[in-house]
Protein backbone atom coordinates (compact mmCIF):
# COMPACT_ATOMS: atom_id res chain seq x y z
CA UNK A 1 0.00 0.00 0.00
CA UNK A 2 2.02 3.13 -1.13
CA UNK A 3 1.82 6.61 0.74
CA UNK A 4 -1.47 8.33 -0.90
CA UNK A 5 -3.29 5.30 -0.45
CA UNK A 6 -2.83 5.49 3.38
CA UNK A 7 -3.49 9.05 3.36
CA UNK A 8 -6.73 8.67 1.84
CA UNK A 9 -7.74 5.58 4.27
CA UNK A 10 -6.68 7.96 7.11
CA UNK A 11 -9.11 10.44 5.80
CA UNK A 12 -11.90 8.20 5.43
CA UNK A 13 -11.47 7.11 9.33
CA UNK A 14 -11.37 10.52 10.28
CA UNK A 15 -14.29 11.48 8.60
CA UNK A 16 -16.65 8.21 8.68
CA UNK A 17 -14.97 6.38 12.15
CA UNK A 18 -17.68 3.66 11.99
CA UNK A 19 -17.46 2.91 8.75
CA UNK A 20 -16.00 -0.76 8.23
CA UNK A 21 -12.67 -1.07 6.24
CA UNK A 22 -12.02 -4.42 6.28
CA UNK A 23 -12.54 -4.61 2.55
CA UNK A 24 -11.01 -1.80 0.40
CA UNK A 25 -10.47 -1.38 -3.31
CA UNK A 26 -8.05 1.35 -5.32
CA UNK A 27 -8.51 2.13 -9.01
CA UNK A 28 -6.21 4.75 -9.70
CA UNK A 29 -6.60 4.16 -13.56
CA UNK A 30 -10.25 4.56 -14.57
CA UNK A 31 -10.45 7.80 -13.53
CA UNK A 32 -8.75 10.89 -15.31
CA UNK A 33 -8.72 13.45 -12.96
CA UNK A 34 -9.34 11.30 -9.54
CA UNK A 35 -8.19 7.50 -7.85
CA UNK A 36 -11.09 5.47 -6.53
CA UNK A 37 -11.42 3.86 -3.41
CA UNK A 38 -14.48 1.47 -2.95
CA UNK A 39 -15.63 0.24 0.27
CA UNK A 40 -16.77 -3.43 1.30
CA UNK A 41 -18.49 -2.63 -2.16
CA UNK A 42 -21.21 -0.08 -0.59
CA UNK A 43 -19.18 3.08 -0.54
CA UNK A 44 -17.25 5.06 -3.27
CA UNK A 45 -14.84 7.76 -2.17
CA UNK A 46 -13.02 9.96 -5.64
CA UNK A 47 -9.91 11.42 -4.61
CA UNK A 48 -8.49 14.52 -6.92
CA UNK A 49 -5.71 13.41 -8.63
CA UNK A 50 -4.25 17.53 -8.77
CA UNK A 51 -5.21 20.49 -7.32
CA UNK A 52 -6.59 21.99 -10.57
CA UNK A 53 -9.00 18.73 -11.27
CA UNK A 54 -10.81 19.26 -7.86
CA UNK A 55 -13.18 20.96 -10.03
CA UNK A 56 -14.49 17.90 -11.73
CA UNK A 57 -15.07 16.66 -8.16
CA UNK A 58 -17.28 19.64 -7.44
CA UNK A 59 -19.25 20.06 -10.86
CA UNK A 60 -20.41 16.59 -10.69
CA UNK A 61 -22.10 17.01 -7.26
CA UNK A 62 -23.50 20.01 -7.79
CA UNK A 63 -24.73 18.65 -11.59
CA UNK A 64 -25.99 15.37 -9.76
CA UNK A 65 -27.82 17.26 -7.13
CA UNK A 66 -29.62 19.33 -9.59
CA UNK A 67 -30.40 17.08 -11.96
CA UNK A 68 -31.80 14.28 -9.58
CA UNK A 69 -35.47 15.48 -9.58
CA UNK A 70 -35.79 15.75 -13.35
CA UNK A 71 -34.44 12.06 -13.87
CA UNK A 72 -36.50 9.65 -13.38
CA UNK A 73 -35.62 6.77 -16.40
CA UNK A 74 -32.11 5.85 -14.60
CA UNK A 75 -31.06 6.04 -11.07
CA UNK A 76 -28.51 8.64 -10.26
CA UNK A 77 -25.71 8.51 -7.46
CA UNK A 78 -25.94 10.48 -4.07
CA UNK A 79 -22.71 12.48 -4.71
CA UNK A 80 -21.70 13.97 -1.56
CA UNK A 81 -18.70 16.78 -1.44
CA UNK A 82 -17.06 16.26 1.83
CA UNK A 83 -14.00 17.84 1.40
CA UNK A 84 -13.01 20.28 -1.81
CA UNK A 85 -11.10 17.62 -3.19
CA UNK A 86 -13.07 14.35 -2.09
CA UNK A 87 -16.55 13.27 -2.93
CA UNK A 88 -18.88 10.18 -1.29
CA UNK A 89 -21.47 7.83 -3.01
CA UNK A 90 -23.44 4.96 -2.52
CA UNK A 91 -21.83 2.05 -4.64
CA UNK A 92 -23.70 1.31 -7.59
CA UNK A 93 -23.52 -2.11 -8.42
CA UNK A 94 -22.64 -3.04 -12.20
CA UNK A 95 -20.79 -3.36 -15.15
CA UNK A 96 -19.82 -1.12 -17.91
CA UNK A 97 -21.91 -1.59 -20.91
CA UNK A 98 -19.38 -3.38 -22.84
CA UNK A 99 -20.36 -3.34 -26.71
CA UNK A 100 -19.72 -7.23 -27.09
CA UNK A 101 -22.09 -7.67 -24.02
CA UNK A 102 -24.55 -5.63 -25.20
CA UNK A 103 -24.78 -7.45 -29.14
CA UNK A 104 -24.61 -10.81 -27.10
CA UNK A 105 -27.81 -10.16 -25.65
CA UNK A 106 -30.90 -10.84 -27.44
CA UNK A 107 -33.12 -8.30 -30.01
CA UNK A 108 -36.21 -7.56 -27.22
CA UNK A 109 -33.26 -6.61 -24.27
CA UNK A 110 -30.83 -4.44 -26.29
CA UNK A 111 -34.37 -2.62 -27.00
CA UNK A 112 -34.90 -2.22 -23.76
CA UNK A 113 -31.28 -0.69 -23.05
CA UNK A 114 -31.39 1.52 -26.03
CA UNK A 115 -35.16 2.53 -24.65
CA UNK A 116 -33.54 3.49 -21.01
CA UNK A 117 -30.89 5.51 -22.73
CA UNK A 118 -33.12 7.09 -24.98
CA UNK A 119 -35.19 8.22 -21.55
CA UNK A 120 -32.20 9.71 -19.91
CA UNK A 121 -30.89 11.62 -22.97
CA UNK A 122 -34.37 13.14 -23.60
CA UNK A 123 -34.75 13.80 -19.96
CA UNK A 124 -31.68 15.49 -19.00
CA UNK A 125 -31.72 17.58 -22.43
CA UNK A 126 -35.15 18.70 -21.92
CA UNK A 127 -34.16 20.23 -18.49
CA UNK A 128 -35.33 23.31 -18.40
CA UNK A 129 -32.31 25.70 -18.81
CA UNK A 130 -33.51 29.05 -16.85
CA UNK A 131 -33.58 26.55 -14.09
CA UNK A 132 -30.02 25.21 -14.42
CA UNK A 133 -28.55 28.94 -15.15
CA UNK A 134 -30.32 30.03 -11.60
CA UNK A 135 -28.93 26.76 -9.92
CA UNK A 136 -25.51 28.29 -11.34
CA UNK A 137 -24.80 25.08 -13.42
CA UNK A 138 -22.20 26.07 -15.81
CA UNK A 139 -20.90 25.09 -19.23
CA UNK A 140 -19.43 21.82 -20.06
CA UNK A 141 -15.43 21.52 -20.54
CA UNK A 142 -15.89 19.79 -23.98
CA UNK A 143 -17.56 22.86 -25.22
CA UNK A 144 -16.03 24.61 -28.31
CA UNK A 145 -17.53 27.74 -30.40
CA UNK A 146 -16.71 26.74 -34.51
CA UNK A 147 -13.74 29.31 -34.05
CA UNK A 148 -12.20 27.30 -31.39
CA UNK A 149 -12.73 23.62 -33.51
CA UNK A 150 -11.11 25.66 -36.58
CA UNK A 151 -8.08 26.30 -34.54
CA UNK A 152 -8.20 22.55 -32.81
CA UNK A 153 -8.57 21.06 -36.24
CA UNK A 154 -5.75 22.61 -37.70
CA UNK A 155 -3.20 22.32 -34.73
CA UNK A 156 -4.36 18.80 -34.37
CA UNK A 157 -3.47 18.31 -38.08
CA UNK A 158 -0.11 19.80 -37.92
CA UNK A 159 1.11 17.36 -35.43
CA UNK A 160 -0.19 14.01 -36.55
CA UNK A 161 -0.16 14.73 -40.34
CA UNK A 162 3.79 13.79 -39.75
CA UNK A 163 3.00 10.32 -38.97
CA UNK A 164 -0.23 9.98 -41.06
CA UNK A 165 0.13 7.79 -44.66
CA UNK A 166 -1.34 9.53 -47.60
CA UNK A 167 -4.64 7.00 -46.94
CA UNK A 168 -4.74 8.58 -43.41
CA UNK A 169 -4.27 12.22 -44.50
CA UNK A 170 -7.25 11.60 -47.41
CA UNK A 171 -9.44 9.79 -44.54
CA UNK A 172 -9.11 12.70 -41.98
CA UNK A 173 -9.86 15.06 -44.51
CA UNK A 174 -13.08 13.41 -45.73
CA UNK A 175 -14.27 13.57 -41.85
CA UNK A 176 -12.88 17.50 -41.21
CA UNK A 177 -14.27 18.92 -44.57
CA UNK A 178 -17.70 18.89 -44.25
CA UNK A 179 -17.44 20.26 -41.23
CA UNK A 180 -15.03 23.30 -42.47
CA UNK A 181 -16.76 24.29 -45.77
CA UNK A 182 -20.55 24.49 -43.60
CA UNK A 183 -20.39 27.71 -41.38
CA UNK A 184 -23.42 26.25 -39.47
CA UNK A 185 -22.27 23.10 -38.65
CA UNK A 186 -21.46 23.60 -35.48
CA UNK A 187 -24.54 26.01 -34.51
CA UNK A 188 -26.47 24.49 -31.87
CA UNK A 189 -29.02 25.10 -29.02
CA UNK A 190 -27.18 24.43 -25.81
CA UNK A 191 -28.74 21.88 -23.09
CA UNK A 192 -27.59 20.15 -20.06
CA UNK A 193 -25.30 16.86 -21.43
CA UNK A 194 -23.54 14.63 -19.93
CA UNK A 195 -20.36 15.10 -21.28
CA UNK A 196 -18.83 11.76 -20.99
CA UNK A 197 -21.56 9.31 -21.61
CA UNK A 198 -19.08 6.57 -22.83
CA UNK A 199 -19.83 3.01 -21.45
CA UNK A 200 -17.81 2.64 -18.91
CA UNK A 201 -20.02 5.24 -17.01
CA UNK A 202 -23.23 3.04 -18.25
CA UNK A 203 -23.65 0.41 -15.29
CA UNK A 204 -25.11 -2.66 -17.19
CA UNK A 205 -26.41 -5.64 -14.61
CA UNK A 206 -26.08 -8.93 -16.25
CA UNK A 207 -28.78 -10.55 -13.87
CA UNK A 208 -31.68 -8.43 -14.13
CA UNK A 209 -30.10 -7.05 -17.82
CA UNK A 210 -31.13 -3.29 -17.03
CA UNK A 211 -28.83 -0.34 -16.47
CA UNK A 212 -28.97 -0.05 -12.97
CA UNK A 213 -27.21 3.62 -13.50
CA UNK A 214 -25.40 6.65 -14.98
CA UNK A 215 -21.91 7.76 -13.32
CA UNK A 216 -19.02 9.82 -14.17
CA UNK A 217 -20.72 13.56 -14.30
CA UNK A 218 -17.65 15.45 -14.13
CA UNK A 219 -17.79 16.94 -17.38
CA UNK A 220 -21.75 17.98 -17.36
CA UNK A 221 -23.28 20.73 -18.34
CA UNK A 222 -24.34 23.16 -20.80
CA UNK A 223 -23.41 21.91 -24.18
CA UNK A 224 -24.42 20.26 -27.61
CA UNK A 225 -26.54 17.26 -27.07
CA UNK A 226 -24.96 15.53 -30.38
CA UNK A 227 -21.93 15.18 -27.96
CA UNK A 228 -23.71 12.97 -26.05
CA UNK A 229 -25.11 10.93 -28.79
CA UNK A 230 -21.25 10.83 -30.18
CA UNK A 231 -19.96 9.45 -27.06
CA UNK A 232 -22.35 6.27 -27.71
CA UNK A 233 -22.08 6.23 -31.54
CA UNK A 234 -17.91 5.94 -31.22
CA UNK A 235 -18.37 2.73 -28.86
CA UNK A 236 -21.30 0.95 -29.81
CA UNK A 237 -21.97 1.48 -33.53
CA UNK A 238 -24.57 2.95 -35.61
CA UNK A 239 -27.19 0.07 -35.30
CA UNK A 240 -27.12 0.48 -31.55
CA UNK A 241 -28.02 4.32 -32.09
CA UNK A 242 -30.67 3.68 -34.56
CA UNK A 243 -32.54 1.68 -31.73
CA UNK A 244 -32.56 4.50 -29.22
CA UNK A 245 -33.33 7.21 -32.81
CA UNK A 246 -36.93 4.92 -32.43
CA UNK A 247 -37.55 6.72 -28.62
CA UNK A 248 -35.31 9.45 -29.33
CA UNK A 249 -36.12 11.34 -32.06
CA UNK A 250 -32.28 12.26 -33.65
CA UNK A 251 -32.33 15.29 -36.46
CA UNK A 252 -29.81 15.18 -39.68
CA UNK A 253 -27.63 17.95 -38.28
CA UNK A 254 -28.08 16.04 -34.41
CA UNK A 255 -26.74 12.80 -36.46
CA UNK A 256 -23.84 14.57 -38.15
CA UNK A 257 -22.56 16.07 -35.49
CA UNK A 258 -22.67 12.96 -33.08
CA UNK A 259 -20.64 11.53 -36.70
CA UNK A 260 -17.79 13.97 -36.52
CA UNK A 261 -17.22 13.88 -32.48
CA UNK A 262 -17.48 10.16 -32.54
CA UNK A 263 -14.52 9.92 -35.88
CA UNK A 264 -12.61 13.08 -34.31
CA UNK A 265 -11.93 11.32 -31.07
CA UNK A 266 -9.23 9.09 -32.16
CA UNK A 267 -7.46 11.76 -33.78
CA UNK A 268 -8.13 14.08 -30.98
CA UNK A 269 -6.21 11.11 -28.85
CA UNK A 270 -3.34 10.54 -31.34
CA UNK A 271 -2.46 14.49 -30.88
CA UNK A 272 -2.30 13.95 -27.33
CA UNK A 273 0.10 11.15 -27.98
CA UNK A 274 2.23 13.55 -30.42
CA UNK A 275 2.32 15.65 -27.77
CA UNK A 276 3.73 13.05 -25.32
CA UNK A 277 6.77 11.66 -28.42
CA UNK A 278 7.98 15.20 -28.47
CA UNK A 279 8.06 16.16 -25.01
CA UNK A 280 8.58 12.55 -23.56
CA UNK A 281 6.35 13.03 -21.17
CA UNK A 282 4.13 9.86 -20.59
CA UNK A 283 3.16 10.11 -17.66
CA UNK A 284 -0.70 10.43 -18.29
CA UNK A 285 -0.91 7.91 -21.15
CA UNK A 286 -3.32 5.53 -21.46
CA UNK A 287 -4.18 3.10 -23.69
CA UNK A 288 -7.21 3.03 -25.50
CA UNK A 289 -9.96 0.92 -26.23
CA UNK A 290 -12.30 1.70 -29.06
CA UNK A 291 -14.98 -0.48 -30.44
CA UNK A 292 -16.94 -0.18 -34.20
CA UNK A 293 -19.72 -1.57 -35.66
CA UNK A 294 -18.18 -4.99 -35.65
CA UNK A 295 -19.63 -7.69 -34.14
CA UNK A 296 -17.94 -9.71 -31.11
CA UNK A 297 -15.77 -12.90 -31.82
CA UNK A 298 -18.29 -15.97 -31.37
CA UNK A 299 -21.35 -14.41 -33.43
CA UNK A 300 -22.17 -16.49 -36.54
CA UNK A 301 -24.66 -14.89 -39.76
CA UNK A 302 -27.90 -16.07 -40.42
CA UNK A 303 -29.34 -16.05 -43.44
CA UNK A 304 -33.26 -14.63 -43.48
CA UNK A 305 -35.33 -17.83 -43.19
CA UNK A 306 -32.64 -20.00 -44.08
CA UNK A 307 -30.04 -22.08 -41.49
CA UNK A 308 -26.92 -20.14 -39.55
CA UNK A 309 -23.96 -20.05 -41.61
CA UNK A 310 -20.66 -22.35 -40.67
CA UNK A 311 -18.07 -20.04 -38.83
Known amino acids: MNSSELRYIELIKSRYPQLDLSKIEFNKTDGSYSDIAIVNNEVVFKFAKYDWSAIYLRNEADVIRFIQPFITALPLPDVELIQQNVTKRAYVKGSPLYRNVLLKLDYHTQDSVARQIAAFLSQLHSIPVKKAQYAKIGNSQINRTRDEWLVELETMQRKI ?143 PGGRPLKK
Not at 188 to 203: E, M, Q
Not at 273 to 296: E, G, L
Open 161 to 303: LPYCTDYVKEYLRQIIQPAIDNEEFFEFRPVLIHGDLSPNHILFDKESQRINGIIGFDNAGFGDPAYDLGMLLDHLGENFIKRIHKYYPISAEYLDRARFYAYISSFMWYRDVCDMITTRDFSRFQIQAKDRDIFPMGIAYHV
